[in-house]
């Protein structure tokens, strides 16, 4: 009995004394925080969206006493020890000793994540709520969008590195799709991780055929990228790209050249085709003197047979007059001959200009320089074929040409001087006639008739047979040139036409310089554009130089190490009845005191 009564007295000491005495206000001492940790947990709804978000706080307390901590919670939790946690706005102190402190801080007002995560059921093409499509069958498929909330700190969506797991029961799941993630056995199950890069969001898509569909919490696990990236050597790579551009460089150098090869030979062409028409034009009036000067020889030639029949046929009964009709005859004979060496000086003077014009030209054409290899080459590094053909096609041309007028070059300089050699025995033959007139008029008084008309009967004679070789070669002579003429009517064509493209070769040359200089431009600093871009690439992932921040207040920046975030999904289960519990009776607190001394 005794016994009983001590023990029911010290229980009213405890229930009765004030509880002002036990926990009797003393002004601690002010502790200080070395660094902190905070792990921020979040249950999502099964579409997504954020059901409860609460973070467990880790302070690494090297000094006992008061601390502060900060952040924006509706509720605190001590998960240390039983001692009281105090919260005035965004200011949390507690007494805290040597150790680690966890308290948890929830937020249920407005709670966000930096990244907001959109999840969708499709069965059979159709899209369905979460509850509907459990014990469901047919085809599934499950979309995951991540995306940046822009309401938050960025940095945890520039920095982190998220990993998203989804389970598949492999007796509800077969034929299990997923082209963005690694899968794994896991027991029964098909563990499907995807992983989403920092600074990127993400579109996940599983596909699999199910039967009665039921799924496991999805989880999502975000953690600072800060592994560091070695960065490759590339110094090999850029001096191929390097070796690369020179190529380019060389050959827009050679394509220049080409251009002022191409400008030369236009150039040439054009004056090829000046010297070509002054050519042309001797060559006409040429082939019409010569026709004059067949027709003349050809009446000097008749007179010549007329003069030499006559006096054959009328020796007897002529009656000769020495200083009138022969003197006359003959003089008109001088001056057709002379005529005809004229004619011939001057179709020499027309034929010289015009083959001087001609070589002029010739000799501004360029020799051949381009190999077929360097020709190919162009072919392989320009896009402008159809211009690159006419400028081969003219090169061709003008090189064949120039070939064809070295080859008949002889011929054109052998022209001048027969002429000049035609002319020369023609004026000798004039001089010689004109001397023969003169000799007939100083001796016409003593002139013996019968002798001198036979000897001039002779002489007559033998001149008429030696011109008409002379004339039958020089009709062949300006045959040959009238022949030459109309011929060369189709060189000059091609040569004008020549000159012409050569026009529109010039403006390929240009084109096809412009173009080679602009590929050179836009290949010149690939090396260093490169190296640039890998640079960019690196730096997009390398993020070892990220400082942590607090992910609840910006106060603790300074302490926090850590920030690391779990987030799962309510599981898509079928709903089990629950077993039923017996009420048990109410007791009144004098029951429940008396209850204590009950054995």
């Not at 199950?189 to 579109?203: C, D, H, I, S, Y």
Request: charged share 20%.
């Amino acid at each position: 009995m005794r016994k009983r009564w001590t023990i029911a007295t010290a229980v009213c000491v405890l229930v009765f004394t004030p509880h002002s005495y036990v926990s009797a206000n003393t002004e601690a001492d002010t502790g200080t925080i070395e660094s902190k940790d905070e792990v921020v947990y979040a249950n999502l709804f099964a579409n997504g969206g954020i059901q409860e978000l609460y973070i467990v706080n880790a302070l690494t307390v090297t000094e006992e006493g008061l601390v502060s901590d900060y952040g924006s919670y509706d509720t605190i939790t001590n998960l240390t020890d039983l001692s009281a946690i105090e919260q005035k706005d965004e200011e949390i102190t507690l007494n805290a000793p040597v150790g680690t402190f966890h308290y948890q801080g929830n937020i249920q007002k407005d709670p966000q994540l930096p990244w907001d995560i959109e999840i969708r059921y499709l069965l059979d093409g159709d899209q369905l709520d979460a509850e509907e499509i459990v014990g469901e069958s047919g085809t599934f498929e499950l979309e995951i969008d991540i995306t940046q909330n822009d309401t938050m700190d960025e940095a945890f969506f520039d920095h982190y590195l998220l990993q998203v797991s989804v389970p598949l029961n492999s007796d509800l799941f077969t034929a299990i799709d997923a082209p963005d993630a690694t899968i794994a056995n896991a027991g029964k199950n098909k563990q499907l991780a995807f992983t989403v890069m920092p600074e990127e969001g993400a579109e996940l898509r599983l596909y699999a055929e199910a039967s009665a569909i039921e799924l496991e919490s999805i989880e999502i696990s975000a953690l600072p990228s800060s592994f560091a990236i070695d960065i490759p050597d590339t110094e090999e790579l850029t001096g191929e790209f390097d070796s690369l551009t020179g190529a380019i460089g060389e050959l827009a150098n050679g394509v220049g050249g080409l251009k002022n090869g191409i400008q030369e030979l236009s150039s040439g062409l054009t004056e090829l085709g000046k010297g070509s028409s002054q050519f042309q034009t001797g060559l006409t009036d040429l082939s019409s003197s010569g026709s004059d000067l067949v027709t003349a020889s050809s009446q000097l030639q008749a007179g010549l047979n007329e003069v030499n029949t006559a006096l054959n046929g009328a020796e007897d009964d002529l009656s000769f007059d020495m200083g009138t009709e022969l003197t006359s005859g003959i003089d008109e004979l001088v001056a057709g001959l002379r005529e005809l060496a004229g004619g011939l000086d001057t179709l020499g003077a027309h034929h010289q200009e015009g083959y001087q014009a001609l070589e002029e030209a010739m000799n501004q054409l360029p020799a051949a320089t381009l190999s077929e290899e360097a020709i190919g080459k162009l072919y392989e590094t320009t896009e402008d074929r159809e211009t690159l053909d006419v400028l081969v096609e003219s090169y061709t041309a003008a090189q064949t040409i120039k070939g064809t007028f070295d080859a008949v070059k002889e011929a054109f300089t052998s022209v001048q001087p027969a002429l000049q050699e035609m002319s020369t025995s023609v004026t000798d033959m004039a001089d010689g006639l004109h001397t023969m007139s003169q000799s007939l008029s100083a001796v016409a008084d003593s002139f013996d008739a019968d002798a001198g008309l036979g000897e001039l009967t002779n002489g007559i004679s033998q001149l008429a047979s030696q011109y008409s070789q002379f004339h039958e070669g020089l009709a062949s002579y300006t045959g040959g040139v009238s022949k030459v003429a109309n011929e060369y009517n189709q060189i000059h064509q091609g040569i004008q036409e020549s000159a012409t493209g050569s026009s529109q070769l010039v403006d390929g040359g240009a084109s096809l310089q412009a173009g080679m200089n602009e590929l050179h431009d836009a290949t010149a600093e690939i090396p260093e554009q490169m190296q640039q871009e890998i640079d960019d690439m690196i730096a997009q992932y390398d993020k070892s130089d990220f400082e942590p921040r607090s992910f609840v207040h910006k106060n603790n920046n300074d302490q926090v190490e850590n920030v690391q975030f779990v987030i799962h999904t309510e599981p898509l289960t079928k709903d089990e009845p629950s077993p039923e519990v017996e009420e048990e009776e109410e007791l009144s607190i004098w029951q429940r005191f008396l209850n204590l001394f009950r054995f």
